[in-house]
């Protein structure tokens, strides 16, 4: 029989994304609510191994559901990936009687949320949280749509000056295996041209359209590339430009402000949404578990599935691309 959760720890693992806050939110009072005492762990699985965790209470929550960022800070732990370090954690954890966790983080997160639970007696929920939307199981992804939002406002004020100019402009967005925040920000941007790590960059098709483009007298272009093609940013201007000397072409790279910000209220609601639903899964004993919404609907699969799957872009999505970038 599954032992009863009474003390739960929440972490914030990875990269950040926005939208962490307002679910950290969700699970402390949905926890609270239900009598379990709940615990913050400080910057990710680092917290759990060093023991920097604290008490959380009703308004240790106050004032964050629009904050981007994450009160319980995040890292990339290194000791985690060895047994010693996991052990360690285990050891931190028990002292403290805690015996539920809930995993904001993104896939790197789940994997070591899955060893964890098959070494220890200690339930994982995994929530996904990440501006890469990279993950199976889940239509959507805390902080993708701020993510996304972030690139078209600063993608739109683009347009204006590379209109003002006539210029061709290739704008790099993030995603290093993904290309879900060049896809999504380049159509809602009417972009001419978007490039993803997920599908083969042909520059010569590139470099024919813009010169058919060029003979028409369409001389504004944008180019959304994400940071994980083949080329990037930078390369790609390099490589148009030895072909087409004249064109005037500027490169603009996003960066990390498309992590930070305050979340959307889509963001929000999501975040919400999957915290209340992890906590409800740990005391309804579906345990060891990735928390996803599916059809508008939350979607429960063991961790050891999630970790083994990616979330791949549909090919209906590249053919809108093709028909409306013209
Ligand atoms: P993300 O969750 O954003 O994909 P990472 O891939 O960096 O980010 O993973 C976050 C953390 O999860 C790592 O720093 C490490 O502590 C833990 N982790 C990732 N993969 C493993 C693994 N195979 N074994 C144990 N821990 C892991």
């Given at each position: 029989?599954k032992?009863e959760v ?16 307002a679910c ?7 926890g ?11 910057r990710?699985?680092?917290?759990m ?6 008490k ?5 929550v106050?004032n964050?559901?629009q904050?981007?960022?994450?009160i ?9 990936y060895?047994?010693?370090g996991?052990?360690?954690a285990?050891?931190?954890l ?15 997160s ?19 949280g ?38 061709l ?16 920000s ?11 790590p ?13 010169q ?6 369409k001389?504004?272009n ?18 148009i ?20 910000g ?11 949404r ?20 599916l ?17 791949h ?8 691309v093709?028909?409306?970038a013209?």
């Open positions: 029989m032992k009474t003390k739960i720890g929440v972490l914030t693992s990875g990269g950040d994304s926005p939208g962490m806050n950290i939110r969700a699970v402390v009072r949905s609270l609510y239900y009598n379990l005492e709940v615990y913050g762990i400080m990710g699985y680092s917290g191994v060093e023991n920097d965790i604290i959380m209470e009703s308004r240790s106050a964050i559901i904050r981007g960022g994450t319980l800070k995040t890292s990339r732990c290194k000791e985690f060895t047994p010693e996991r052990q360690q285990y050891n931190n028990k002292k403290l009687g805690i015996n539920g966790l809930v995993i904001i983080g993104g896939d790197g789940f994997r070591g949320a899955q060893i964890f639970s098959n070494e220890f007696d200690i339930p994982c929920i995994g929530l996904p990440t501006i890469d939307k990279d993950i199976a199981g889940t239509d959507f992804t805390i902080g993708f749509d701020t993510a996304v939002n972030t690139a078209v406002e600063a993608i739109d004020k683009i347009r204006d000056t590379a209109d003002a100019h006539d210029r402009f290739i704008i790099e967005v993030m995603g290093r295996d993904a290309g879900y925040i060049a896809l999504h380049g159509i809602a941007t009417g972009a001419e041209n978007i490039l993803i997920e599908k083969k960059t042909d520059i010569d098709s590139i470099i024919k359209s813009l058919e483009k060029e003979k028409r007298q001389l504004v944008l180019i959304v590339v994400a940071e994980g093609e083949k080329f990037g940013g930078v390369e790609l201007e390099k490589m430009k030895e072909r087409m000397p004249l064109l005037e072409t500027r490169v603009c790279i996003l960066g990390h402000i498309q992590r930070g305050s979340p959307t209220c889509f963001d929000r609601l999501i975040a919400s999957m915290g209340y639903s992890a906590v409800e899964s740990l005391i309804e004993g579906r345990h060891n578990i990735f928390v996803g919404i059809n508008n609907k939350m979607h429960y699969i063991p961790l050891d599935e999630a970790v083994k799957k990616k979330q872009i549909s090919e209906e999505w590249l053919k809108i093709k028909i409306l013209t």
